[in-house]
Structures are given as structure tokens and as C-alpha cells.
Antibody, heavy 120, light 107 residues
Framework: EVQLVESGGGLVQPGGSLRLSCAASGFTYSSYAMSWVRQAPGKGLEWVSGISGSAGSTYYADSVKGRFTISRDNSKNTLYVQMNSLRAEDTAVYYCAKEDSSGYWIFANWGQGTLVTVSS | DIQMTQSPSSLSASVGDRVTITCRAS??????LNWYQQKPGKAPKLLIYAASSLQSGVPSRFSGSRSGTDFTLTISSLQPEDFATYYCQQSYSTPLGFGQGTRLEIK
């Protein structure tokens, strides 16, 4: 069974940094691209960033480019996102999502989410 | 970037109704369009991928179709557990994008 467990969320001041992790199990981790998707309180879904299975390619939404860095450790089956220069508008639940075998960037498996609150 | 415009933003319907939600892409995305259902406090659930393929385990009352850059999610006969928010998502190119969501409420 595929399991994705996020951690690392919390309260951070504007301008601060935070690193989220997503521990994966139940599948051959290095074979699948992974993404971070966020949802601000009461709002819709926003794709944040994605990374290929080999970590050779990374992709970002314009809203986080230059501030967030996605990475993965295939030896630890773990996905990360380093978030710097955080703003109030980055406040959201952050989900990690696994690419489905049915095609690129289709998300059939999601974590439970971790809440990031950016506030002074 | 490709923009996804979803309509309506909210919808009231009754159990047993047939419901249609539409998503329009700002440019051609072929059939790289997926539909998700989300209930409050939960992660999204994949319903339909590649415009019309039913995800394993999803009831057959859900279906998807494509006409050019217009995509439709249809629920043939609403069940109580279907009241949720629905999102479309393009998987044609990065940056990936979701529609704004359609909140389906009980009438």
C-alpha cells in the first residue's frame, strides 16, 4: 500500500524558512516523479513544485520560483521542499503527491498534508 | 502558462440528479485533463484521468469527456457521498494547473 507522510509544518515568521519532508513507502520510490501541492485556508488547490524520479529535473510554480527548492533522497525514500523568504500568502496545507503509473503528473496518491502558517 | 477555467463555482443538487461540471483550458492540452474530488479536511481523490478514463475503484456513475479544449465531468445519479468539491487539473505541461473548484452542495 502506498503511504505518504508529510512532516515539518508549523508557525514561521514572514521572511523565515522551513523545510517540509514527505516519507514514502509501498512503492519503488525512485521510479516516480513527486510533487508538492498546497491549499490555502478555504481556497483551491495550487501545484507548487515537482521533481523527476531521478531528481534530474525540477519544476516550479511562478509563485515560488527562486524561494522554494524541491529535492529528494532516493536512498531514504523521502521528498523535501526547502521554503525560504516565506510570505503570508504561503500559508497553506502542503500535500505531497505521487505521480500515478497511468501517466505523467497524474496524482492518485496523496499524503495527509502538513499545515504551514506564516505570521508574526 | 495554461489557465484552467472551471464552472460553475458552486452547484446545488439533489440525490439522484444528473450533474455536469465543466473545465476549459486556455490552449490545447490534448486529453491531459484529470478530475479530483475533495471532501473537507481530506486530501483530494483522483476520479478521472486522461479526460475520460475512470480511476480504479471509482463508481461508474462518474464519467468524463472532452470536446476540443472543453472538458466535462458528469455524475449520472448523485449519491449522498458525492457532495464535495471537484477540481480539474491539466497534466499537459508544467507549471501544472488546477481549476478553481466546484462546490457541490445538497439542495
Amino acid at each position: 500500500e502506498v503511504q505518504l507522510v508529510e512532516s515539518g509544518g508549523g508557525l514561521v515568521q514572514p521572511g523565515g524558512s522551513l523545510r517540509l519532508s514527505c516519507a514514502a513507502s509501498g512503492f519503488t520510490y525512485s521510479s516516480y516523479a513527486m510533487s508538492w501541492v498546497r491549499q490555502a485556508p478555504g481556497k483551491g488547490l495550487e501545484w507548487v513544485s515537482g521533481i523527476s524520479g531521478s531528481a534530474g529535473s525540477t519544476y516550479y510554480a511562478d509563485s515560488v520560483k527562486g524561494r522554494f527548492t524541491i529535492s529528494r533522497d532516493n536512498s531514504k525514500n523521502t521528498l523535501y521542499v526547502q521554503m525560504n523568504s516565506l510570505r503570508a500568502e504561503d500559508t497553506a496545507v502542503y500535500y505531497c503527491a505521487k505521480e500515478d503509473s497511468s501517466g505523467y503528473w497524474i496524482f492518485a496518491n496523496w499524503g495527509q498534508g502538513t499545515l504551514v502558517t506564516v505570521s508574526s | 502558462d495554461i489557465q484552467m477555467t472551471q464552472s460553475p463555482s458552486s452547484l446545488s443538487a439533489s440525490v439522484g440528479d444528473r450533474v455536469t461540471i465543466t473545465c476549459r483550458a486556455s490552449q490545447s492540452i490534448s486529453s491531459y485533463l484529470n478530475w479530483y474530488q475533495q471532501k473537507p479536511g481530506k486530501a483530494p481523490k483522483l476520479l478521472i484521468y486522461a479526460a475520460s478514463s475512470l480511476q480504479s475503484g471509482v463508481p461508474s456513475r462518474f464519467s468524463g469527456s472532452r470536446s476540443g479544449t472543453d472538458f466535462t465531468l458528469t455524475i449520472s445519479s448523485l449519491q449522498p457521498e458525492d457532495f464535495a468539491t471537484y477540481y480539474c487539473q491539466q497534466s499537459y505541461s508544467t507549471p501544472l494547473g488546477f481549476g478553481q473548484g466546484t462546490r457541490l452542495e445538497i439542495k
